[in-house]
């Protein structure tokens, strides 16, 4: 298995800027994608953003325009953009690698975001 961590998560008041790192040395050998959820107190974990082992990208409508998914191919690493933060996307971010070669899915332990208005 990938052994994800995230890290980069903190408290912003609204309008604010964070990047969210998601390191997994091996993802990109195994062709990992690798996408970000969050999952607020007491509702369920949601897809934000997604990058595919090619380089495509997708992002829910709840963040477009204001996040970006990168990644650093040699440092083995996603970063999630977040700029314009919003007290609704206050969550525990996670990332997850999928469709990995010869693997299954593999969760990070998440990274704590918390935006004040």
């Known amino acids: 298995q990938v052994q994800l961590v995230e890290s980069g998560g903190g408290s912003v008041q609204a309008g604010g800027s964070l990047r969210l790192s998601c390191t997994g040395p091996?993802?990109?050998?195994?062709?990992?994608?690798i996408s970000w959820y969050r999952q607020a107190a007491g509702k369920q974990r949601e897809l934000v953003s997604s990058i595919s082992a090619g380089g495509s990208t997708s992002y829910a409508d709840s963040v477009k325009g204001r996040f970006t998914i990168l990644k650093d191919v040699v440092r083995e690493t996603v970063y999630l953009e977040m700029n314009s933060l919003k007290p609704e996307d206050t969550a525990m971010y996670y990332c997850k690698a999928y469709a990995c070669r010869g693997v299954s899915d593999t969760w990070g332990q998440g990274t704590q975001v918390t935006v004040s208005s």
């Open positions: 091996g993802f990109t050998s195994i062709r990992c994608g």
